[in-house]
Nanobody, 117 residues
Framework: QVQLVESGGGLVQPGGSLRLSCAAS????????MGWYRQAPGNERELVAT???????NYADSVKGRFTISGDNGKSTVYLQMNDLKPEDTAVYYC???????????WGRGTQVTVSS
């Protein structure tokens, strides 16, 4: 099974920015979509943003206007630019990849994002 590796998490003050990256361990063909989920302590995992192979994007209402997702299918990578971060954005962020060449959705191990003063 392909491995997804996230990077770019960390500690940032409210109002700050971070850019998350996710790369697959191998080039994946027939990508349908890539994206990001997050899970805060005590909460269920929730969708943050997705991008399809055609470039269509979808965002959670809570991040619209602040986060931007982008991807490079040729490199099997996806990015999440997060601006104007808020304490409620604190969570572990997970990368996902859907492809018709994979038996099931691939998940990364997660990267911690902490927004605190």
């Amino acid at each position: 099974q392909v491995q997804l590796v996230e990077s770019g998490g960390g500690l940032v003050q409210p109002g700050g920015s971070l850019r998350l990256s996710c790369a697959a361990s191998e080039r994946i063909s027939s990508i349908v979509a890539m994206g990001w989920y997050r899970q805060a302590p005590g909460n269920e995992r929730e969708l943050v943003a997705t991008i399809t192979s055609r470039g269509s994007t979808n965002y959670a209402d809570s991040v619209k206007g602040r986060f931007t997702i982008s991807g490079d299918n040729g490199k099997s990578t996806v990015y999440l630019q997060m601006n104007d971060l808020k304490p409620e954005d604190t969570a572990v962020y997970y990368c996902i990849l859907d492809s018709t060449s994979l038996r099931r959705r691939a998940w990364g191990r997660g990267t911690q994002v902490t927004v605190s003063s």
